[in-house]
């Protein structure tokens, strides 16, 4: 990767309303060209809300939409990093963040784990991705989340395993209120996350949480960038919207990578065995190495 | 879209950040009222801990003067109520008008024949319900709820009386928070201290009527209801099994108060079943 710098675009996007959000985006991104940035990340479903429930088909888009127009002619000026809800091919409606480059999307990335459960209904809104994969940018590889994604560890090794140096993780995460002397709820235990997951895989870990309120239920905000180290490098505020600028550097990238070498250190094929037996008993399958030996002896 | 911190409430702890909950709360108002397209709230302000603790989120949160509070006694309403909510009023600098649903009630009464005090209860809490959406009409505004988290679960509150709201930013907290914030909100202390009470009759008292004080019957909604304890953990916790079986046939005997009527399904697509959109459509 070069040396970059990212805005953070802690919205509060307004529920259901694709062109007032889409214009707030436009607002943010003139604001971070303003300051020098070289793309702007914004929340999970930022262009849509999250309340979606029965609006789900309404407000879903193909990626070749033309109301997507005023995006990509933004992204001439600026990259930037957007959710959706993405009417994909067979009419399969997934939560989706997408990059934005010179007028085109560059990758798009479908949410792979929906909660569904407490308060969460995704799994009934949406279809769940099934892939995860990084992508070159202008600046270098990197890699996108949505939310949950980030609780299951494998999605972050992945994508480094598959070379990203930066990943962007879309968040809509509510609070649940704050006990004394601490932080609002999500904004602790997601930081704790991203560090944790940046020290794993070293690589810098980009956040965008969204921030207000739909029905009574609130968004924490909190949005943070964390180096290869793990080490907070910038925070926007909880609750609030801000426009939160950071600089990524290229040398810490590389010298975490020289203190810690744990991704030259990875044993594909070990993790490759142990997963095909874990495959094996958990959907009890034939073991492959007992059919080969019974092969052999016939 | 996410988890919060898996430590919260999971222990069942009552303990709040004052300053926190006061800007999420805070926030709620200011958004949920916003997105209306309105700037006005009314609400009732009975001299209690439960209105005091809403209009003061309130004050913090709009202008004092777009805030119209109602005081709305009734004869045998006590007069420290009155005097308490009169002090807010001057506290806050909101605007406020007292109405006397005494010949309301007693009208009611005079065309219907007597009825007993339960009754009578729920006829005042209706009167004070049609005075407050009256005015919301009049002013332009939302009429802030004012149940709290313990009563809403207990069923303690008449259902399309006290318990109508449009908003309700103190439904998520039990009385026990309650009165921790009101005391970081500089709610005055005669209304933090005095003994709860629905001022429906003279001497009314919450936790005689409820049998329960609230002290204890937070720490076990907070264990059953929050962090979802079995009842044998209950039992450990200190709980007698004739407290939580009371509080936990209150809860599902109540149900139906924290529900709007249920329809009865006949087409493709029903509201309440799968015509489905939060309240804050299209905002």
Redesign the interface.
Known sequence: MRDIRVALGQI?P????FEANLEAHRRAAREAVGSGSDLIVFP?LSLTG??L???VPELALPLDDPRLEPLLEASQEIDIVAGLVEDAPGHRFHNTALYVSRGRVLHSHRKLHL?TYGL?Q?GREFAAGNRVRHFDSPWGPAGMLI??D??HMPCAWLLAQQGAEVIFVL????????????????V??WRELLQITAQFQTTWMVYVNRV?????L???GGSLVVDPFGRVAGNAP??DEALEVVDLKSDVLRRARTAYPLLRDENLELVERELARLRQLRYDLPDPAASTKKDKVV | MTKGSPGVALDGSLELDPQWTTKILSNFIRTELHRTGLRDLVLGLSGGIDSAVAVYLAARTIEPPRIHACLLPYRTSSEDSLRDARSVVDDLGIDAETIEISPIVDGFGKTTGEVDRLRLGNVMARARMTLLYDRSAAHRALVLGTSNKTELLLGYGTLHGDLASALNPIGDLYKTQIRSLAEHLGVPESIRTKPPSADLWPDQNDEDELGFRYEEVDRLLALLIDARVSRATAIEAGFSAGVIDDVTHRIVRTQFKRKLSIIAKISTRSIGWDFRYPRDWMT
Do not use: H, I, M
Request: a negative charge; proline letters at 7%; hydrophobic letters at 30%.
């Open positions: 509060a307004r529920l259901g309303d999970e999250y309340l429930a029965d609006q909660p969460f995704e939310c949950e980030l609780w968040s809509n995460g509510p609070t649940r209120g704050a006990k004394p002397g601490r932080e609002v709820t999500s602790a235990v207000g309120c739909e029905d009574g609130t968004f924490g909880a609750l």
